[in-house]
Nanobody, 126 residues
Framework: QVQLVESGGGLVQPGGSLRLSCAASGPTLNYYVIGWFRQAPGQEREGLSCISNSGSSTYYADSVKGRFTISEDVAKNTVYLQMNNLKPEDTAMYYC???????????????????WGQGTQVTVSS
């Protein structure tokens, strides 16, 4: 069992920044990696970023590479997604996930062994 709680979403102007947080807990947390997905109305879910348990490996989707940075605070069991130079097309519900490997976030593997947070809304608009 893994519990995930996201925070940090909101309304921001184009070109602005937000930092999302994902506080993770649970007895089996060490068996999972933490990543981020987003989904906009009428669009498919998109895997954005993921960080390995050691923090030594990260994944970014092409759509956010160079603008978003994933990091972790191991002591706090919290993963962050720093989002810079936000664009209107970044508007979506953002979800923190716990999955067996970053390949799931990258879309190259599928799993039913996953946990999702409740989501946090990000709106980029002037």
């Amino acid at each position: 069992q893994v519990q995930l709680v996201e925070s940090g979403g909101g309304l921001v102007q184009p070109g602005g920044s937000l930092r999302l947080s994902c506080a993770a807990s649970g007895p089996t947390l060490n068996y999972y990696v933490i990543g981020w997905f987003r989904q906009a109305p009428g669009q498919e879910r998109e895997g954005l970023s993921c960080i390995s348990n050691s923090g030594s490996s990260t994944y970014y989707a092409d759509s956010v590479k160079g603008r978003f940075t994933i990091s972790e605070d191991v002591a706090k069991n919290t993963v962050y997604l720093q989002m810079n130079n936000l664009k209107p097309e970044d508007t979506a519900m953002y979800y923190c996930v716990a999955v067996p490997g970053c390949e799931v976030v990258a879309g190259t593997e599928h799993t039913v062994d996953d946990y999702w947070g409740q989501g946090t809304q990000v709106t980029v608009s002037s």
